[in-house]
């Protein structure tokens, strides 16, 4: 396979030699489609732009100790090459969840940390499709917080996504 500006794959990519030339043109197709050479817009490439996304299209439903409940209209920036939604924007919003969701239990007094955030995917969530997010608190300790985030699609109430992030409690440090 020959290299060019227009391929992921590089002369400076280094490829195995068990790599055989037809597997190689399939990944390069793969990350083509994916967009791999697409460059990062000058409005999204600013701090934390991930939130930016995020804000756009969640809505809070509902807020109580240990649970909160958002809707979620998933929207063309949040689409994977294939039309559902990606897994980078699901880690996002479980991410925002999860810490909302953690601090109606952990006090003021403590930083919360993300230790570990798992993500199953069981169904896609296609374009134009309202999700409902709901986070509550497995369990939450001294030094712990546990947040379960399910994401079901609102007309058919499958699960679509299911996460779970732990939490380190932190005192907050007075420098």
């Not at 809707?71 to 949040?78: D, E, F, G, M, R």
């Not at 919360?112 to 969530?125: G, K, M, N, P, W």
């Not at 369990?139 to 079901?152: I, P, Q, Y």
């Amino acid at each position: 396979m020959t290299t060019t500006k227009e391929t992921p794959i590089t002369a400076a990519t280094t490829i195995s030699q068990d790599i055989r030339p037809e597997d190689l043109d399939e990944i390069n197709g793969f990350l083509n489609h994916v967009g791999v050479l697409h460059k990062i817009k000058p409005e999204h490439n600013v701090k934390d732009s991930f939130s930016n996304l995020v804000g756009g299209v969640l809505k809070l439903i509902s807020v109580e100790r240990g649970k909160i409940s958002c809707s979620l209209n998933v929207k063309a920036p949040l689409l994977n090459a294939y039309g559902g939604m990606h897994g980078g924007a699901v880690g996002a919003v479980a991410d925002r969840v999860a810490i909302a969701c953690a601090r109606t239990v952990v006090g003021k007094d403590k930083d919360i940390f993300l230790s570990e955030l798992s993500i199953s995917y069981l169904s896609a969530a296609p374009h134009n499709v309202e999700v409902v997010v709901n986070g509550s608190v497995i369990k939450s300790g001294r030094n712990l917080t546990v947040v379960a985030v399910n994401f079901r699609l609102k007309e058919s109430g499958q699960l679509a996504f299911t996460t779970r992030a732990t939490f380190y409690n932190m005192p907050v440090s007075s420098l």
